[in-house]
């Protein structure tokens, strides 16, 4: 009968922890005991008031981003005729895209036609960098930059031009 009389009593005590309170009243830090008024009127803000007018200071930046192009056109005439096929065309984009990515510069280069790649990029500043990169690319035929087209060298015109291009890619749709 003792230890059921002990187990009785444990059992009340537990009871009056769980509502918050001891064996001597409620506890005075209780969230429920707290004057919010009180405790609003003594914090200091002082310090922030300085951080709040920074907040303003914060450069915007737009989410929209602005992606430009270079249109690279290969050559696929007489020796460089391999790279009418896609998987030869590929291993030429790849060899571009690690040597721009060695050099830190951050390009996206899509296959979009026979012989043709289209290089984005963001940051407008690197336009004449890879324009120069391409036309040092003996593999290059011609790009066209800002619907300006630009040769190697001291040429004036493309050894295959796009018209020629667009057809030979007309007629061999499968190699895409």
């Keep these: 009968m003792k230890i059921f009389g002990i187990f009785v009593l444990l059992l ?3 009871l009056n922890c769980l509502k918050n309170k001891t064996l001597h009243g409620e506890i005075e830090h209780h969230v429920t005991n707290r ?3 009180k405790d609003i009127e003594e914090l200091d803000l002082n310090g922030l008031e300085d951080d709040i007018a920074n907040i303003e200071t914060v450069p915007y930046k ?8 270079i249109t690279i056109f ?3 005439d007489g020796e460089y005729h391999n ?14 895209m690690t040597m721009l990515h ?16 289209t290089c984005y ?11 120069t990169y391409f036309l040092n690319q003996e593999e290059v035929d011609f790009i066209k930059v800002d619907f ?3 040769f190697p060298g001291k040429r004036k015109r493309p050894f295959m031009g796009t018209n020629m291009r667009y057809t030979n890619e007309s007629l061999n749709m499968d190699e895409l």
């Excluded at 060695?102 to 026979?114: D, E, F, H, T, Y």
Aim: charged share 35%; aromatic share 10%; glycine share 4%.
């Design 62 to 69: 737009d989410a929209y981003m602005h992606v430009s192009q």
């Design 74 to 76: 290969v050559r696929i």
């Design 121 to 131: 990029y963001e940051n407008k500043d690197i336009k004449e960098d890879l324009a």
């Design 83 to 96: 790279y009418t096929k896609n998987s030869e065309l590929m291993k030429l984009g790849d060899k571009f």
């Design 35 to 37: 004057d919010f008024n």
């Design 148 to 150: 300006e087209d630009r």
């Design 12 to 14: 009340i005590l537990q």
């Design 102 to 117: 060695n050099a830190m510069i951050n390009v996206q280069l899509r296959k979009s036609g026979k012989g043709i790649f």
